[in-house]
């Protein structure tokens, strides 16, 4: 059962890191601990994949991203968002749409950024 789960989530992982508002990283890390407990050999696949392992290693070790993803991260939040709002015609979905961003923006720009020292 948890391999399955863990497919189910790499499935919309990869679907987070094409589609802008699907988050990436929360997804792989799910899945990561889904395939450590059920599938060693999954698991290692996983962190072997030259795009998702680096985000699952980094934030199992050191509880970071590298700077590179943060930038895309924040970037594409804010692309989406002014987006989101030139398009949107009600007031209310982009009050919305702003207050949705909000929190998970708030929560990657306070990450510390792999490789750097946390004190």
């Known amino acids: 059962m948890l391999k399955v789960i863990g497919i189910f989530f790499v499935a919309l992982a990869a679907l987070g890191a094409v589609l802008p508002l699907l988050p990436t990283t929360p997804f792989l890390l799910v899945a990561a601990a889904c395939f450590a407990k059920s599938s060693p050999r999954l698991y ?6 030259k795009v998702f ?18 930038v895309i991260a924040l970037a594409s939040m804010l692309i989406a968002a002014a987006w989101s709002l030139y398009v949107l015609e009600y007031m ?3 009050i919305l749409t ?22």
């Open 44 to 49: 290692n696949m996983l962190l072997a994949n």
């Open 53 to 70: 392992g680096p985000l699952i290693y980094h934030w199992q070790q050191s509880r970071s991203i590298p700077k590179k993803g943060k």
């Open 92 to 94: 209310w979905l982009k």
């Open 98 to 119: 702003v207050l949705l961003i909000c929190g998970p923006f708030i929560f990657i720009w306070r990450l510390p950024i792999a490789g750097k020292r946390i004190e």
